[in-house]
């Protein structure tokens, strides 16, 4: 368990912060060493919590990106070559590093998010648990025999790309890191990575596990701004696949610098996930299935199920519960150990989340619950916000068609199930969906009829290794989290040999 922290808040960040940071390197890492970045600039990493900086992070541009891409190219030649027991020993290793840090990893996540420490330690969790699963996986790439001519020996192979570029958003900052540097290695590739200039810290602290164990080369980060190493990466010639998680307008971007030099991207962009509570819904598992994900990590969750349509019949039941249920959020300091809830990530995404309280006053929706900032002074420096509850809205409203990112979430109420599916498509994105029912052929029914990648009953947003992850329509494109990620980290090569040749 995290060790926790008491006494003033900003005291007790000031103290966690020299802890944390007292041997991370936060230079760029290419070709397994840490280097100053090219133009010698370094930016401050925020700790949303207290507003004070946590260190000094390389500012990583073009000069860096075309350092780690030739470092990458490098390494590929000898790693696109491993036999998987090969890699596998080299995920396994990196699970085991992390494993061995864990305190430190969480510690770092928490303060450089505001992530809740024990939030913070359950990611790195899962984390590991990801490299170890693409460990294992990388005995399952195969290719085919193909039996469709007698004079021929066909077969496939699936072979890795070179150099992948992988870019990361910040609200998972290292659970992010396992899903795009599993697949691309499991599979043969070298990745140059870009975590996202909020949250730069885990990553780095991963390529300090990653000298240790990996070959040099087959992992670079790059840490800076969007704008400028992660142009510079994905419009890099030698960058033969891209994987991108973050926002669609981002996301569209990125495929447009792909297209130049028709190289293949996977997306995991924005949501707007419904939530259907049926009649027959037992109320407590619903409320807990939407509660549990809207309030984890601030909302900050690309899946989070931000419209709950609640059928009119059981609305009153449903309310009552669910504000319960948001009364019981703690919010506060990351470092306490009964936090539920810490601040949003940053200043920007606080000034964020607060429009949208007027939009929705704009609009005419009630804000039921919260709509304002914690008045404890616990909370007086951060960037916190309390739960929020938007109710009397309608599906087009900003409140129901925009990402929020924010613990923020919009109750619909229906009457009409084919209007309610109607509107529960009605909408940009199509990352995932979820229901509460008891009737399992109604379920099987909407979950048809639902247009987004991942349909939860009478849970949500369970995600275990193994099962394909990614959005319909403006959410994405690809998949993770499974094996069907190994197909996007590789290409297919047919091999057609004649053995129509008379025997000796
Ligand atoms: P973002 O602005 O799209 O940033 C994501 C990453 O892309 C960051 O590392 C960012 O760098 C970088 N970036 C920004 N502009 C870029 C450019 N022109 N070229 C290359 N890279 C660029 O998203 P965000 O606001 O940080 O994250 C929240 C969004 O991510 C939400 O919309 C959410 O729905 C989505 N998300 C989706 C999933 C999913 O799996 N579908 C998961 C998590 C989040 P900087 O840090 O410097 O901005
Ligand atoms: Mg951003």
Redesign the pocket.
């Known amino acids: 368990m995290p060790e926790y922290y008491s006494g003033e808040i900003r005291e007790n960040h000031q103290k966690a912060i020299k802890e944390a940071t007292s041997s991370i390197n936060t230079d760029v890492f290419i070709d397994g060493q840490f280097q100053p970045p090219v133009d010698g600039e370094y930016y401050e990493t925020v700790d949303p919590a207290v507003a004070e900086p946590i260190a000094e992070v390389a500012r990583g541009r073009a000069g860096d990106v075309d350092a780690a891409v030739q470092a990458a190219q490098d390494a590929a030649e000898d790693w696109s070559e491993t036999v998987p027991p090969e890699r596998q020993t080299v995920l396994r290793e990196l699970a085991d590093g992390v494993r061995e840090n864990l305190d430190e990893f969480a510690l770092l996540e928490s303060l450089d998010s505001g992530k809740p420490l024990d939030v913070a330690e359950g990611e790195i969790k899962r984390g590991i648990k990801y490299l170890e699963y693409y460990a294992g996986l990388t005995r399952s790439i195969e290719g085919k025999q193909l039996p469709y001519d007698a004079d021929s020996h066909i077969y496939t192979r699936r072979e890795p790309y070179g150099v992948v570029g992988q ?6 900052p290292f659970v ?1 890191v396992a899903y795009k540097v599993g697949p691309a290695l499991a599979t043969g590739n070298a990745t140059v990575l ?5 949250t730069p810290l885990t990553a780095l602290r991963f390529a300090q596990v990653a000298r240790e164990v990996a070959p040099d080369g087959v992992i670079n980060v790059v840490p ?4 400028e190493s ?2 510079a ?2 419009s890099h010639s030698e960058v033969r696949k891209i994987a ?8 569209r ?2 495929m447009r ?1 792909a297209a130049d030099r028709a190289a293949p991207v996977t997306l ?4 707007k996930s419904p939530f259907i509570v049926f009649p027959d819904a037992d109320i407590d598992t619903a409320v807990e299935a939407v509660a549990g994900v809207i309030y984890y990590n601030t909302g ?4 989070a199920p931000t419209r709950v349509f609640v059928h009119e019949d059981v609305e009153t039941e449903f309310m009552k519960a669910f504000r319960e249920r948001t009364a019981e959020e703690v919010v506060g300091d990351p470092l306490q150990e009964d936090t539920t809830m810490g601040p949003l990530v940053s200043a920007s995404q606080f000034d964020t989340v607060m429009n949208y309280n007027d939009i929705a006053e704009t609009e005419g929706v009630t804000i039921d619950v919260g709509g304002d900032i914690p008045d404890n002074t616990e909370c007086e420096h951060g960037w916190f916000v309390n739960p929020t509850v938007f109710t009397d809205a309608d599906n087009d409203m900003r409140v129901a068609q925009e ?1 929020i ?1 924010g613990p923020c979430e919009t109750i619909i109420t229906w009457s009409d199930y084919d209007e309610m599916i109607r509107q529960a498509n009605d909408t940009e994105y199509g ?1 995932a969906a979820g229901m509460a029912t008891e009737n399992l052929s109604l379920a099987h029914e909407t979950a048809e009829k639902i247009e987004a990648g991942n349909i939860w009953v009478n849970k949500y947003a369970t995600l275990p290794p193994g099962v394909p ?3 319909y329509k403006q ?2 494109l690809g998949r ?1 989290h499974s094996r069907e990620a190994l197909l996007t980290y590789t290409q297919c090569k047919t091999v057609d040999i004649a053995t129509d040749q008379s025997p000796m």
């Open positions: 870019i990361i958003p910040w609200n998972f992010m870009k975590p996202a200039s909020e800076g701004f969007g704008s992660g142009d990466l994905t991108f998680t973050g926002s669609t307008e981002v996301g971007e990125i610098n995991e962009l924005g949501g900050q969750s690309c899946d990402e990112f990352l992850f990614g959005g959410s994405g993770e």
